[in-house]
């Protein structure tokens, strides 16, 4: 493993173009000189790279219909605007120890409650003040199809019981899918809920809003939420309501309707039901994006059993990206596989608790693909 490492560190510091500038950024992180950028690559001129720091995918790039290149996710070109950016909204990053919001930061296992930062209103947001988005991973194994990375997150580290043993792996294969597995250990019981946070822009990264792409969701029900975006634990039909994207449609299309939840979210900001059988853990269409601009499509499969779709409604256009463009509000969109928000205050929802001798094990597949026929 060490020759691996060793050697994928040499080929990084010639590949990487985020170069950090370790002096300037405040807070958190003290290891700098271990974060690097990541390049996989294929055989279909995609490329996807990934830095340690927070797990985080800073680049997608795909062709359109037309062969023309885009890197279709928002993101930055220096580690320091990662580390300070205002509103911390976890571009990219790998979410946990808990994806979402847990209510009150609390919860109980076996009769012990547990107290967690309240990060989000009166709420607890995204694995709490130092997730597993803003520390630095380790890097097992590298290829140029392939990364896998690990975090050991201590006993009680941000409020959660348990030492867990995290790994995630990223791989590109040459069918322009990018394969992420995620896994998990623990030595004491313990909730767990990863989610993969990219913002995508079909028409690339910084170019107008995402209103105009066409989704569709596996799902006919959601779960609503409070004002403070925290499940009722109703599981509603989306039929006859903005939420219904069981056939294609633009994401704008519906998104002024006068409408309680979506007053709540400031738009879409929710988990759906995908359509399972519930015992079922197996790998399912979850959702479909087109553009009918670039022709680009997106398809994700997931064996969780939600969705987040979440449509930048906090974008507001103060962040400028890569490309130097201003982030616009639903500027982007993410699609975040998971169990459902607030599950361990939750009794009706599937549980997300990890006990010792278990293994948490999920899987995410996005795949890029043209629609030629669009125009
Ligand atoms: C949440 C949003 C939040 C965003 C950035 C999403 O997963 O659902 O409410 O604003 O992440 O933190």
């Known amino acids: ?78 580690l320091e605007d990662y580390i300070n950016a205002v509103d911390k909204p976890y571009f990219g990053a790998i979410v946990g120890r808990y994806g979402n919001r847990i209510a009150k930061g609390e919860f109980s296992i076996d009769g012990e409650t547990y107290s967690l930062a309240v990060n989000n209103g009166e709420n607890h947001l995204h694995g709490g003040v130092i997730g597993f988005d803003k520390v630095v991973w380790d890097v097992d194994l590298f290829d140029d199809h392939q990364i896998v990375l690990s975090y050991h997150a ?40 990863l989610t993969q946070h990219s913002y995508f822009n079909l028409k690339g990264e910084g170019n107008g809003t995402i209103l105009d792409h066409r989704l569709t969701i596996n799902a006919d029900r959601f779960t609503p939420v409070d004002a403070g975006l925290i ?29 309680e939840q979506l007053s709540f979210g400031g738009g879409f900001d929710h988990n759906w039901v995908l359509n399972r059988s519930e015992s079922d853990g197996n790998l399912i269409l979850a959702a479909h994006v087109s553009e009918p601009e670039s022709g680009r499509t997106l398809t994700v499969f997931t064996t969780e059993p939600g969705i987040q779709f979440y449509c930048g409604n906090f974008l507001d256009g103060r962040l400028r990206g890569k490309s130097g463009q201003a982030y616009l509000h639903r500027g982007g969109f993410c699609l975040e596989t998971q169990h459902f928000p607030d599950s361990p205050n939750q009794p009706n929802f599937p549980s997300t608790l990890l006990a010792p001798g278990e293994t948490y094990q999920t899987q995410t597949i996005f795949t890029f693909s043209t629609d030629n026929a669009g125009r």
């Not at 599981?235 to 409408?259: M, Q, Y």
Request: aromatic share 8%.
């Open 231 to 259: 499940p009722t634990g109703e599981l509603r039909t989306v039929a006859s309501t903005p939420f219904d994207f069981t056939t294609e449609k633009p994401i704008g299309r519906d998104i002024h309707i006068e409408n």
């Open 1 to 78: 493993m060490k020759t691996i490492l060793s050697l994928a560190t040499a080929f990084t510091f010639v590949a990487s173009v985020l170069c950090f500038f370790p002096s300037r950024c405040s807070g958190e992180v003290s290891d700098f000189d271990s974060i690097k950028l990541y390049t996989l690559t294929n055989d279909s001129e995609m490329t996807v790279k990934v830095t340690n720091y927070g797990a985080i995918i800073t680049s997608i790039v795909v062709p359109d219909r037309n062969d023309e290149l885009a890197d279709v996710v928002l993101g930055y070109d220096r």
């Open 154 to 193: 201590k006993d009680m580290e941000e409020g959660y019981p348990g030492n867990l043993a995290v790994s995630v792996t990223y791989t590109l294969t040459d069918d322009n899918r990018i394969v992420i597995d995620y896994h998990a250990t623990t030595d004491k019981r313990t909730p767990v809920n």
